[in-house]
């Protein structure tokens, strides 16, 4: 689930440091929210966020030198007209930076029409940067999901699999082999874009990882800071089952790639079965490796296939 909408008071409130703004008109209005139809229809915060102008209504409207000098431009009739236009967008904020003065005329107009108006001397593109990353994570479709995220070669892994299967000790030797921990036992991923999932750790469980025999060990404390990440983009699930579970439910060989879905995204999945004498660290790596490869166009198991039909071709081997 995600949430429907923002106050335009807590989105002064929670950038009041970053940006060092003022808010200069619209008092009135501190519970001025973002349009929930728009926010539920946006397909990115980039929908929500953007420079002056009259096309995307609802949206936060950012006014720079040349949006000031567009709307302070031509004859006082003019510039009415052109500030009166931004009313009938039903902005949640307008916001005023690269350290640009407010026109008067649209000081005004934010104070009748009860418009929040922000003020900062940090640039427009800065602006916009901040609160769409800001608004990405807040409405972003979101989940939580049980497993260990990690860090492999690069790439976000959740392991998955049944309670008992060693998921957090295996997190542990991947740790000890110079990979990143995200987060264990629960996860939370968001929707941040059509095709990415970034997942993050709960502020509880940080930097935590809990080792039955053991308990909870503290990797940034034990390891350093380079063995724990604050977030990943999700790219593989490998999912843990026990060795009868792989023998009955999953083919040696699929035919097709696995995929599981996760907030309506396919993200790739291997199965890996837990058996005495496997070294999963190591079957864990190749996996990751081998993902690389199909990311970039390298498709071992097809390649195989072909190769076998080529056999099949020229009679080195019977059909």
Request: charged share 30%; glycine share 8%; aromatic share 6%.
């Amino acid at each position: 689930m995600k949430p429907t909408s923002i106050s335009a008071e807590r989105l002064f409130e929670e950038h009041r440091e970053a940006l060092r703004w003022e808010w200069i008109a619209g008092h009135a209005h501190p519970e001025r929210r973002f349009d929930e139809a728009a926010v539920r229809d946006a397909q990115s915060a980039a929908d929500l966020v953007g420079y002056l102008n009259y096309i995307h209504p609802y949206r936060v409207q950012i006014v720079g030198r040349r949006e000031v000098a567009y709307l302070s431009q031509e004859s006082t009739e003019v510039q009415d007209r052109r500030i009166s236009r931004i009313v009938t967008l039903e902005p949640p904020v307008i916001i005023i930076a690269d350290d640009a003065v407010a026109p008067p005329r649209l000081v005004a107009m934010c104070d009748r029409a009860e418009i929040p108006l922000f003020r900062t001397k940090e640039s427009a593109g800065h602006v916009i940067d901040l609160v769409r990353g800001y608004l990405s994570q807040l409405f972003a479709n979101r989940t939580t999901r049980h497993g260990v995220f990690m860090d492999i070669l690069g790439l976000g892994v959740l392991l998955t699999g049944e309670s008992g299967l060693g998921k957090s000790e295996l997190g542990l030797e991947l740790i000890s082999r110079g990979h990143g921990l995200v987060a264990d036992d629960a996860v939370d991923f968001f929707r941040i874009a059509q095709t990415a999932i970034e997942g993050r750790c709960p502020d509880l469980l940080l930097n935590l990882l809990e080792v039955r025999g053991i308990g909870l060990l503290d990797i940034k404390a034990i390891f350093g800071e380079t063995a724990v990440r604050r977030k990943m983009r999700l790219k593989l699930i490998v999912h843990l089952v026990r060795k009868e579970t792989m023998e009955r439910d999953f083919e040696r060989l699929p035919y097709e790639p696995l995929h599981e879905d996760v907030l309506g995204m396919t993200v790739r999945k291997v199965v890996i079965a837990v058996d005495a004498g496997r070294n999963l660290a190591v079957l864990v790596e190749a996996a990751v490796r081998n993902t690389i490869l199909q990311l970039r166009g390298i498709d071992t198991y097809k390649e195989f296939v072909e190769r076998h039909q080529r056999a099949i071709d020229s009679g080195s081997i019977e059909g």
